[in-house]
Each structure stands twice: as C-alpha cells, then as structure tokens.
C-alpha cells in the first residue's frame, strides 16, 4: 500500500538494500571467511561464518533461516570468487523483502 511505502525512508532504504549488505559482504564473506579458510578447511569455514552472520542478526526466531541464507551467501562468494556477486546477490534478497513487506 502507498501508506506502507511512505513508511521507509529514503535513507532506510538505501541502508537496509545497499548499506548493509555491502558491509556485511565484506565482514562476513571476505574477512571472516579468507580468516577462517586460513585455519580450517572450506566447508567449516563456510557453516562457521554463517552462524556468526546469523547471530549478528538478533532475530533468533529466526536464526536458522539467516544462517541457510549465510550459507547461500558464503557458496556464492566461494564458488565465484567475487565480493561483488554475493553483494548483488545480498542486496537483491533485501529489496525483495522490503517489497514483500510494504505491499
């Protein structure tokens, strides 16, 4: 509804679609994950940066659906290499869920 529209802002938007998942690409799939390849073997480094990735998020109801999507995040950023895959990715997941949630 247009109501529920008006009721994010520009600048949440921006934060919620681009701005988070930008820094939380970086965080969670190049640094916790290049750490972690460093000590452990890939497929534990993946489930252990998604349980951090899940638990960042403070929605535990819902826990185990963020942790499927860190994993879902963590293969794309593996299997291709590229911040900027799993980025596109992240942020298109955000927008389809604030569209989801104001319609």
């Given at each position: 509804?247009?109501?529920?529209?008006?009721?994010?802002?520009?600048?949440?938007?921006v934060s919620i679609v681009l701005l988070a998942p930008l820094v939380e690409e970086f965080v969670f799939r190049y640094a916790v994950i290049n750490i972690l390849m460093s000590?452990?073997?890939q497929t534990w480094s993946i489930l252990i940066s998604s349980l951090f990735f899940?638990?960042?998020?403070?929605?535990?109801?819902?826990?185990?659906?963020?942790?499927?999507?860190?994993?879902?995040?963590a293969l794309v950023y593996v299997r291709t290499?590229?911040?900027?895959?799993s980025f596109v990715v992240h942020a298109s997941m955000n927008l389809i869920v604030v569209i989801?949630?104001?319609s």
């Open positions: 509804s247009t109501v529920a529209a008006a009721a994010i802002s520009p600048v949440a938007l000590k452990f073997k899940s638990i960042m998020h403070f929605d535990f109801p819902f826990i185990f659906g963020y942790f499927l999507i860190g994993v879902i995040l290499n590229r911040l900027l895959v989801l949630q104001i």
